[in-house]
């Protein structure tokens, strides 16, 4: 049986307010995910509380289901596991924008979520908006998600390089998101973890500020995921912390 440490940290910044920001870990069912509002401080918040509650329920539910996707599978291609995800993270569209749409002062709403669901050696990330997850194996990292952002389909375009992305006044625009329209297309990646693995969830007040590199050394160089959160975290507030930053840390450890 594959274990995992984890730790996870939010800080409000150093511009902000309020705190956006939502994230759940629940180890016991192996689910751990990061969710960046918008729409306003009331709208932020509760978009990004409601998304994180509802993947979490919906999961608890798909384990009392007659074909419990939990119940077989561990594999790269456990299909039961990533199309619950899927629906988890569909289901908590339609709550969010059911309740924008009930609430007059939540109007527009909207979340990214980003989330990982472990399950003996299956690892699978759902994710729709640019928070974003990465894996560091063997001392190479690699970004498991694409940002659903404005700058990236400039970047892939070749509109923009990617120097130019991190300086654009249009970078904090996101092209799909939970919650701002009744279904969404969420993206959904799996593979087989190992032990060594580390893995990192975060929303973009840490990846605007901190280099793919950065975040590398942190998660291969610190052994203790509380520590990863903490310097990451750090690092993004030295650099002027312009939005909350929200960050998730695993290791496997056999």
């Known amino acids: 049986m594959s274990r995992f440490r984890s730790a996870a940290r939010t800080d409000v910044g150093m511009k902000r307010e309020h705190n956006e920001d939502s994230f759940l870990v629940n180890e016991e069912l192996g689910l751990y995910v990061v969710c960046d509002g918008m729409g306003g401080h009331a709208g932020g918040e509760t978009a990004s509380r409601l998304a994180v509650q509802t993947v979490e329920k919906e999961l608890i539910s798909a384990r009392l289901r007659t074909k419990d996707p939990f119940a077989d599978g561990g594999g790269s291609d456990d299909r039961p596991l990533a199309e619950a995800l899927q629906e988890a993270i569909e289901g908590a569209c339609s709550i969010v924008y059911r309740t924008s749409r009930s ?74 998101s939970v919650g701002f329209e009744e279904d969404v297309v969420v993206d959904v990646v799996g593979f087989e973890s190992r032990p060594g693995d580390r893995l990192l969830l975060c929303s973009d007040g840490l990846s605007n500020l901190v280099e793919t590199e950065e975040i590398r050394i942190t998660l291969a160089s610190e052994r203790d995921p509380a520590e990863v959160c903490k310097s990451l975290v750090g690092l993004a507030n030295e650099r002027g912390g312009d939005d909350n930053v929200t960050v998730i840390a695993l290791e496997r450890t056999e």
């Open 103 to 176: 609430e007059p002062e939540l109007q527009g709403m909207g979340t990214t979520c980003v989330a990982l669901l472990l399950h003996r050696e299956a690892a699978i990330v759902g994710h729709v908006g640019d928070s974003r997850a990465y894996l560091v194996r063997d001392g190479g990292i690699r970004q498991l998600t694409e940002d659903h952002s404005l700058v990236n389909e400039q970047v892939r375009a070749g509109l923009l390089s990617s120097e130019e992305a991190k300086h654009s006044r249009l970078r904090n625009i996101i092209t799909r």
